[in-house]
DNA sequence: CGGCATCCACTTAGATACTG
DNA sequence: CAGTATCTAAGTGGATGCCG
């Protein structure tokens, strides 16, 4: 691990740590990147578009995850004025900020899957 | 999120997302990175100092963090032969390629901490 | 010193059914 | 359609004690 950048090396490491934090947390559990990463592929989704193409997810989790998601400004949820109602969910222009990490985890998890298959 | 780059749309999406679940579950848990950034900081540490460093960690669940990254190739366990028996623990080479992970888990964890506090 | 065994508490996930 | 309610299953974390 080399010597860090920018800004991360005008911080303390109990502020790091902090952040690491947050940003595990956020991302956490099995569903976060691909609910993400669909909308980012297919633009505006509603619930049942998501709850089809998250495989395996129950629409009570699925739930969950779309107010996380909300709660920490990575997508919006609006409401039509249609009947039945339907909602549609949106992915931010601030999720963009988050795309450096999820390429560098992509790349790290790649490279590392190879290298643990043939240990 | 922007079009991603390099090997990363070499790949189809299905494997994007083994990837990035590979990756999140190495790093998943409430210590690993502590203990990464420690040995990283101070080097060659034993089990013990461990224990001390990382605040609030069990004997039991240090042990299986330990177990974790061993197996992941993150770090490295010695037995010293001494009496009674010291074990010596050490970041690898090969966790350097988690650096630009971490890095940007701290960059992005950081800028989303304020964005949410002011929120 | 460096753990593992055991037990317990708590959080999370899944399945299913139901409602505005 | 878009969720919520309920219940259960499973994983995880902490506390404690023991052993080579």
Same mark, same amino acid.
């Given at each position: 691990m080399e010597k860090v950048k920018c800004r991360r090396e005008t911080v303390p490491l109990k502020?790091? $740590?902090l952040g690491l934090k947050d940003a595990m947390e956020l991302f956490a559990g099995k569903w976060k990147f691909s609910i993400l990463l669909n909308l980012n592929e297919y633009g505006e989704m509603r619930f049942k578009d998501l709850l089809e193409t998250t495989t395996g997810i129950s629409p009570k989790v699925l739930s969950k995850e779309l107010n996380d998601l909300e709660q920490n400004l990575m997508i919006t949820r609006t409401v $039509?004025? !249609?009947?039945?109602? !339907?909602?549609?969910?949106?992915i931010t222009e601030y999720a963009l900020h988050a795309e450096p990490v999820i390429s560098a985890l992509i790349d790290f998890g790649l490279t590392h899957r190879e290298t643990i298959k043939r240990r």
């Open positions: 502020q790091r $740590m $039509m004025n !249609t009947k039945p109602v !339907t909602v549609s969910y949106a």
